[in-house]
Structures are given as structure tokens and as C-alpha cells.
């Protein structure tokens, strides 16, 4: 490494709680650009397996609807009646998940898990809406269910998008 190079870079040491300087490793950062996330929560890996669910069955929903509104054969709005029941139940386990982080998160760091549970929250509602109006006979569900299918589809997977990227709320420079 040349000498300016080392004027861009700097060392800085880590070291656990209790342990001793001689016992810290050095990591080198770029001085310039120090972007640390300051808060970068990821989901527990339990309610990442219960987010899972309700974004895999209410787009198998939206298929199985889609399936239905071609070829009108019954059992596909049937699949999908199931289907949303099984989101519908998965997604109130990681709606109360969220609910839980929620409360437990400092007033500082809110916004992003609100907003996430907000989404989440809306294709639920919106889940259940779908729920009854497939609750109908099968001629009577189409095109509303179809749409509600495809509406909370969209929203599920940008709940889905919200909570496995992380939430990030600043960066310290």
C-alpha cells in the first residue's frame, strides 16, 4: 500500500466486552465512505417461516383464481378458497409477530416495522375480504375475486419484500 492509500484508510480495533486489547482484531474501513447501517434488524428466523407462507399461498390464490376465470372449472375456485384460508391463517400468526416486534421496538426506530406491519396488515384484511367473496358461489366471485386475489398478492409479496430485506432506518458517515 502506498502512502496516500494509507491516508484513506483507517484501522480500527474490535474487541468483545471483557476481553483485552491484545485480544481484538483489527479490521480496516474505508474512512471515506463509512456507511455502518446504524440499525439493521432482520427477522427472527421463525417469523421469517410463517412470512413465507402467506406470500406463497395468496399468489397460488391468484393463480388458482386465474386458472378459474379460464376454464371455468369449479374446483379451481375451490383451491382457491383454501388457499386464501391458509393465508389468511399464517399471515395472522406473522400479523401478531409483527404486532409483538412492533411494541417492543424503541420510539426512535418505529417507522419502518409500522410501515411493514401496515402492509402486512392491509393484505390480511384485504385476505379475509377475498375470503368472503369467495365464499360466494363460483360464478358470483368473479371478477371481484380475481382483482382482491391479485390485490393482495401484490401485497403480500411487498410484505414479504419489507420484512426479509431488513429495516434499515439511517447511516451513520
Known amino acids: 500500500m502506498t502512502g496516500s492509500e494509507n491516508k ?3 484501522v480500527v480495533a474490535l474487541s468483545a466486552p471483557g ?6 482484531h483489527a479490521v480496516r474501513a474505508d474512512a471515506r465512505v463509512a456507511h455502518v447501517p446504524a440499525f439493521a434488524r432482520r ?11 402467506p ?7 391468484l393463480a388458482s383464481d386465474y386458472a378459474y376465470w379460464q376454464s371455468y372449472h369449479i374446483q379451481w375456485a375451490n383451491f382457491s378458497s383454501w388457499l386464501i384460508a391458509g393465508g ?10 409483527a404486532l409483538v416486534d412492533l411494541v417492543r421496538i424503541g420510539a426512535g426506530n418505529r417507522r419502518p416495522v409500522l410501515v411493514y406491519f401496515g402492509v402486512l396488515a392491509a393484505a390480511w384484511v384485504l385476505g379475509f375480504i377475498n ?9 358470483a366471485a368473479m371478477p371481484e375475486g380475481l382483482i382482491l386475489s ?16 431488513g429495516f434499515r432506518t439511517r447511516e451513520v458517515v
Open 150 to 165: 391479485a390485490v393482495v398478492a401484490v401485497l403480500a409479496l411487498a410484505a414479504g419484500w419489507l420484512g426479509y430485506s
Open 88 to 97: 389468511l391463517l399464517f399471515g395472522g400468526f406473522a400479523l401478531l409477530w
Open 19 to 24: 476481553t483485552s486489547s491484545r485480544s481484538s
Open 43 to 53: 427477522l427472527h428466523p421463525l417469523h421469517a417461516m410463517l412470512l413465507a407462507f
Open 131 to 139: 375470503a368472503l367473496v369467495h365464499a360466494k358461489d363460483a360464478w
Open 8 to 10: 484513506e484508510h483507517a
Open 55 to 61: 406470500v406463497a399461498l395468496f399468489l397460488g390464490a
